[in-house]
């Protein structure tokens, strides 16, 4: 049976950038800001290739004196499973390298979720604890994942392991020497973890997302696709550049 079409999002803000760069720039506008209104921030992390420029950017600004991170605090939504978190391609290695060797959080308050027994249940105290995410920045996969939230998560899912699907693991062989390196496992925020954001900032870049990017934003709300439950959320910003959005519009 055909799933509805859902009606038009009017809480979702939409801004189309000319490139990449501008994307970047967009986006760490947005965090600055954010940061400048509440220096005690607490910001949802995402890790992957679109998210570096935002990365560079707030470190820029950090160094110019223009933000400070002090009193912020960070949750990352993802980790892999299998690696040590000292691996170069473990998501704790990639933040400390683009992100939190360049600017002033406080350690204390960098937090990630851990595949060990019993602790997600804890990411989810912590969060609560620090008084939830007040913006979260969102990556989206080829499929439509938001974290580690594959094709078929469940929309009420909170953190839990996951399997990754092939697709994930071939589109993250990249940054491994081959695609064998690739944890087949990972954790990650769920997406009722996600959706209690107050903010969500959404960005997608490059020709390879513009079909999902359609799905996700103007398709069906559907567990095939993850991120169209960014639909219901009462504040995302989608930040796009043009050539994603070209069957957008
Ligand atoms: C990573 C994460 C993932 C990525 C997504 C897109 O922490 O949450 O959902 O955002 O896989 O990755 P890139 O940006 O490399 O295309």
New binding site residues.
Partial sequence: MAEARPPPNFAMKFFIEKNYAMLSQQAANFVAQRLCQNPNLVLG???????LGLFKILAEKFKKKELDFSLATTF???EYCGLPLAHPQS?RSFMEANLFSKINLNYKRIFFPSCSLNSCQDYEEKIKNAGGIALQI?????NG????NEPGSKFDSRTRIVRLSQT?IE??ARFFNNIKEVPSKAV?MGIATIMEAKEIVL?ASGEK?QDIICQALAGPITEKVPASILQRHKAVNVILDKTVAEKLT
């Fill in positions: 992390l995402a890790t992957g290739s679109t998210p990352n939504l993802d998501y969102l990556g989206i996969g080829r994942h938001i974290g580690f994930t589109d993250n990650t960005l997302k």
